[in-house]
């Protein structure tokens, strides 16, 4: 049996989320492309609402690496605060986790726990991400995902004119006493990553759909509006971006392979796992164009 004949997706939630099986990344001829898998699974990725997971990968980090490059240029993460925390050898690997080796933490420790899409406040904005669970607790450590395209549809037709069009300034400075206070941001990040304007309503630029594009982490502001405008309106989008159904959980299995589209969707690492067990994982992260 090829593997074209166990292929096979599984819708995981009405919103957004697909699960795959039967195929393995690591497989020279799927590497090779002998068998055109990948052109189906990036086509049930684009459609899936922005979350897909590859279930029971044993992905060395050169599979992740060689399977993350087929959706486009790796960002290097090198000079961002995270650097730290990238893999020793493959320094396009990003390491997740709360496991402590002699001292020296193997990972980042609470990654991204707040609403974000990756790297907003770049001018090439993350495109995707892909998230290896290596090791996985036996509970908890579940990362959330909410669908920005169906949150953008569901609202009324006035709303959405009165929102297209405006802009919000994404500006990392503002992570360094939130989401990155357990970090040292260096000026070497933020001179090179200076703060950018992107649209607030965005068009995706494979499937076409238009879709909000929030970073509760980096906004400081809608452009033109005073604080108190901006504040109340950016306010009820995140309210609204969240509600539970446009969410999908993801329960963590290992070897995972979770890619998600950070043009269309906004996530959250849930951090209920200290004393739990230990959670460790590798993150590439590819490229996009500037939001449009
Ligand atoms: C991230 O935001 O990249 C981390 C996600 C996670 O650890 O679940």
């Known amino acids: 049996m090829s593997a074209a004949d166990t292929l096979s997706f599984q819708r995981l939630n009405p919103s957004l989320g697909v699960q795959v099986t039967g195929v393995d990344l690591a497989d020279p001829a799927f590497r090779s492309d002998g068998t ?15 979350v897909m997971v590859i279930r029971d ?13 087929r959706f486009g240029e790796l960002d290097p993460l090198e ?6 925390y990238l893999h ?48 996985i607790p036996p509970y908890g450590g579940d990362t959330m995902f909410s669908n920005m395209t169906v949150a953008y549809e569901a609202l009324s037709e006035t709303f959405r004119r009165t929102i297209d069009g405006l802009r919000c300034i994404h500006d990392f400075e503002k992570a360094k006493s939130g ?27 494979e499937t076409g759909r238009k879709c909000l594009y929030l970073n509760a982490g980096v906004i400081t502001g809608i452009e ?3 604080p108190e405008e901006s504040a109340a309106l950016l306010d009820f989008l995140y309210r609204h971006c969240i509600r539970p159904e446009f969410v ?6 290992e070897k995972d392979l979770l890619i998600w589209d950070n043009r269309c969707t906004m996530h ?5 796992y200290d004393g739990v067990g230990e959670r460790y994982m590798h993150r590439t992260t590819v490229f996009g164009d500037r939001p449009v």
């Open 36 to 50: 055109n898998l990948f052109g189906q699974i990036y086509r049930g990725w684009l459609d899936s609402g922005g």
């Open 57 to 69: 990968q044993n992905l060395e980090p050169e599979d992740q690496l060689a399977f993350s490059r």
């Open 79 to 84: 000079g961002a605060t995270v650097e730290p």
């Open 88 to 135: 020793p050898e493959h320094r396009e690997i990003y390491r997740v986790s709360n496991k402590v080796k002699d001292g020296v933490k193997l990972g980042r420790q609470r990654a991204g726990v707040y609403w974000h899409s990756d790297n907003s406040h770049k001018e090439r904005a993350a495109k995707a991400s892909l998230l290896y669970g290596i090791e």
């Open 179 to 205: 989401s990155f206070k357990n970090e040292t941001v260096t000026d070497r990040h933020l001179t090179t990553t200076p703060p950018i304007s992107h649209p607030l309503v965005r068009t995706h630029p």
């Open 224 to 226: 033109g509006m005073d």
């Open 248 to 253: 999908y959980r993801h329960q963590w299995r």
């Open 268 to 272: 959250y690492a849930v951090a209920d």
